[in-house]
């Protein structure tokens, strides 16, 4: 993840939750009190959002002690320590919520991810995600994938053409519709063509297409339909793909198979954060 761009997200993700102050804890605790934070699973899984950690505190306050003791993309156990924080009680606490939301939710589309792999169990396949993930959690959750041992599909609209029915039926086929785009976009953008029968894919081979993806077709169905498609052109199976029939298609002999509920399904692995005074800091002025 591009370090940047996660300060800048903390940054409005703080803005919306501290405001201008923390009625409780900055009225509670003097602020020469120091404290220390413990992120601990309460489940096993794939930990995601060692840098969520790291940057999110040190955006708080640059006196805060950060030691994370796994690894993003690491099975992690009940009762195991996450990370240790040390510093400012104050700055803790205030932090505390959005970042362990945060790790929360990559920690268990990393797990989800992790658990499709598994179970596809195939090495010339790789489970990919979508783009339906969470508005604004979009880069985090897609980096969560990876560490899971998923790999991503396009991050926007703007990165690779999907032609999907709609946009076949305004171009009239799909030849015209990739000789259409092509034509104004040159050689460095992919192009593909989401297929439902026979019919479609020979087109989408035929315009060449970069990826041809077969929509809502079962594992039977893709075994037929990927005969007619070239080796150079790569193959993609989505729609109606779940944990439960995942396995189902490990045979069909397509690239990738791409699932929504990577992100949109995923349940956030259960994180606590345990924190308890340390001392407070001496003060040197008074001497």
């Not at 096993?44 to 993003?72: A, M, N, P, W």
């Not at 970069?210 to 893709?222: G, K, L, Q, W």
Request: aromatic share 6%.
């Amino acid at each position: 993840m591009n370090k940047l761009k996660v300060r800048r997200m903390l940054e409005e993700f703080f803005i919306e939750d501290i405001g201008d102050r923390d009625v409780t804890s900055d009225f509670l605790f003097p602020q020469d009190v120091d404290g220390e934070l413990h992120f601990i699973s309460k489940q096993s899984g794939i930990f995601c959002g060692t840098e969520i950690i790291r940057e999110g505190y040190q955006l708080l306050d640059s006196s805060i002690k950060v030691e994370v003791h796994v690894q993003d993309g690491t099975a992690i156990h009940s009762g195991e320590s996450i990370a240790a924080i040390k510093g400012p009680i104050v700055s803790l606490l205030k932090g505390e919520r959005v970042i362990l939301n945060l790790i929360q939710r990559m920690s268990g589309i990393a797990t989800l991810t992790a658990q499709a792999v598994e179970t596809l169990n195939h090495i010339e396949t790789e489970i990919c995600d979508t783009r339906k993930t969470t508005p604004g959690l979009r880069m985090f959750e897609k980096y969560a994938v990876q560490m899971g041992g998923g790999v991503n599909h396009r991050f926007g609209l703007y990165d690779a053409v999907m032609l999907k029915d709609n946009h076949i039926a305004f171009a009239g086929s799909i030849l015209n519709a990739v000789e259409t785009v092509r034509a104004k976009l040159g050689h460095m953008v992919k192009i593909e063509v989401e297929t439902e029968n026979e019919a479609q894919v020979k087109a989408a081979v035929l315009a060449g297409a970069d990826c041809i993806m077969f929509d809502n077709r079962t594992p039977e169905e893709i075994r037929t339909l990927i005969q007619l498609v070239p080796s150079n052109i790569t193959t993609e199976a989505s729609g109606g793909i779940h944990l439960n029939n995942l396995a189902a298609y490990r045979e069909s002999g397509v690239d990738y198979i791409s699932l929504g509920a990577l992100t949109h399904s995923a349940t956030s692995l259960d994180i606590s954060a345990n924190v308890s005074i340390i001392q407070r800091r001496p003060n040197y002025e008074s001497i």
